[in-house]
């Protein structure tokens, strides 16, 4: 797994082959920070990364500098994995080991992106873009970014904004209002 860019741009980081986790590609990563780019500046965003698994996303954010960096992930050795990256890199990414569906209900801060990477099998997924959206987790404006297989479609959400394809990855971006 690659870093793309920022301050710890090229940097690899070995993910053990027991992992289960399925990491975001690197060109279906590279493409959608491309879009995000041209949106917003990346040193004004916090960020939510639900569903965390290697922390390939959150590892990201934080290095293009992002004010802020939440990494939800439920499974233990993952959260060690991306704890344990985020102190190596000096990354301060925050990391809650718990069920992103008890984060998202809890609700107590605001993100300007939200960022979900749910197994794609996961019976909640068609549930989490209504859940966040109607949540208070996503400021105003802010995108709701969902990675999902091909069996998925959103179009019918009156907020979908942008859907892209890379090879098997689906990403289907959301606007708050």
Same mark, same amino acid.
């Given at each position: 797994? !690659?870093? *793309?860019?920022? &301050?710890?741009?090229? !940097?690899?980081?070995?993910? #053990?082959?027991?992992?289960?986790?399925?990491?975001?590609?690197?060109?279906?990563?590279? %493409?959608?920070?491309?879009? @995000?780019?041209?949106?917003?500046?990346?040193?004004?965003? %916090?960020?939510?990364?639900?569903?965390?698994?290697?922390?390939?996303?959150?590892?990201?954010?934080?290095? !293009?500098?992002?004010?802020?960096? #939440?990494?939800?992930?439920?499974?233990?050795?993952?959260?060690?994995? *991306?704890?344990?990256?985020?102190?190596?890199?000096?990354?301060?990414?925050?990391?809650?080991?718990?069920?992103?569906?008890?984060?998202?209900?809890?609700?107590?801060?605001?993100?300007? @992106?939200?960022?979900?990477?749910?197994?794609?099998?996961?019976?909640?997924?068609?549930?989490?873009?209504?859940?966040?959206?109607?949540?208070?987790?996503? &400021?105003?404006?802010?995108?709701?970014?969902?990675? #999902?297989?091909?069996?998925?479609?959103?179009?019918?959400?009156?907020?979908?904004?942008?859907?892209?394809?890379?090879?098997?990855?689906?990403?289907?971006?959301?606007?708050? &209002?």
């Amino acid at each position: 797994m !690659r870093i *793309i860019s920022g &301050q710890h741009k090229g !940097r690899t980081i070995e993910v #053990h082959k027991k992992f289960t986790a399925r990491p975001t590609t690197d060109y279906a990563k590279e %493409s959608i920070f491309n879009i @995000i780019a041209n949106h917003f500046d990346f040193e004004d965003l %916090s960020v939510l990364d639900l569903f965390s698994g290697t922390g390939s996303i959150s590892y990201e954010f934080a290095s !293009r500098g992002c004010k802020s960096v #939440h990494a939800i992930e439920i499974e233990p050795r993952s959260a060690a994995f *991306i704890k344990k990256n985020s102190d190596t890199l000096n990354m301060g990414i925050k990391i809650w080991k718990m069920d992103a569906f008890s984060f998202i209900a809890r609700g107590k801060e605001k993100f300007d @992106i939200i960022f979900a990477d749910p197994p794609y099998d996961l019976d909640k997924l068609k549930n989490i873009p209504e859940l966040i959206l109607k949540s208070d987790l996503l &400021q105003v404006g802010g995108w709701l970014i969902l990675e #999902h297989g091909k069996d998925n479609s959103f179009d019918s959400n009156p907020l979908i904004i942008d859907k892209r394809t890379y090879g098997s990855v689906h990403f289907s971006i959301f606007k708050k &209002q």
